[in-house]
Each structure stands twice: as C-alpha cells, then as structure tokens.
C-alpha cells in the first residue's frame, strides 16, 4: 500500500509560482512512476507532468510546457511541481498519483495505482 500526501497549495496571483509537493510512503518509492494531475470543476481530471522512476524521462502537458517543472527526491520519497507564470486556467485540484511500474511514463488516470487526496490551486487575475 502507498499513501500520497500532497501539500503546497493555494491562492497566487497571475504571473506568480507555486512548488507543490507530493510525500509518499513505502520502501520502493524509486521504483514509481509519479505523476502530477489537476482537475478543474466540471472538467476531467488531466494529466500536468510525469517523471520515470530515477528521474531520466519526464512528460509535460503542452499547457505547461516550459512553466512547470516536475522531480523528485527518491532520498526523500517526495516529488515536486514547480509551477511558475501561472494563469488563471492553472487552477484546479492538484494530485499527485503513483504508478508502480518501471515501464514508459503513463498519461491516463487509470494508468495509476495510487492516489493523493489533492491540494488546491487557485489563481487570481
């Protein structure tokens, strides 16, 4: 069993940055796909960023590209979104969520096996 804890949200301007961060339990953290999704209401819960097991391979949104940065700490079991010039269309629900595969860096949701409770992220204009 893994247990995501997220933390790092709130409320920012336009233009400003957040790094949310993603705490996981469990011995075999190096071992997960991590990946970061957001979901804003009435809308379906997407896919931000993803990173492979060591950190070699990374995948963005295009939405993000360039503004976001996802690591992670494997010493640590933590993954971090750096989230700079945001807009208002960043805001969400943020997840952190954890794939325990050591495959390609999955997109969809059902690709994961475990879940953070999300942190919110909001953006004023």
């Known amino acids: 069993q893994v247990q995501l804890v997220e933390s790092g949200g709130g409320l920012v301007q336009a233009g400003g940055s957040l790094r949310l961060s993603c705490a996981a339990s469990g011995r075999t953290f190096s071992s997960y796909i991590m990946g970061w999704f957001r979901q804003a209401p009435g809308k379906e819960r997407d896919i931000v960023a993803a990173?492979?097991?060591?950190?070699?391979?990374?995948y963005y949104a295009d939405s993000v590209k360039g503004r976001f940065t996802i690591s992670r700490d494997n010493a640590k079991n933590t993954v971090y979104l750096q989230m700079n010039s945001l807009k208002p269309e960043d805001a969400a629900v943020y997840f952190c969520?954890?794939?325990?595969?050591?495959?390609?860096?999955?997109?969809?949701?059902?690709?994961?096996?475990?879940w953070g409770q999300g942190t919110q992220v909001a953006v004023a204009s």
């Open positions: 969520a954890a794939r325990c595969d050591r495959g390609p860096i999955a997109r969809l949701p059902v690709d994961y096996d475990y």
């Open positions: 990173i492979s097991w060591y950190g070699l391979n990374t």
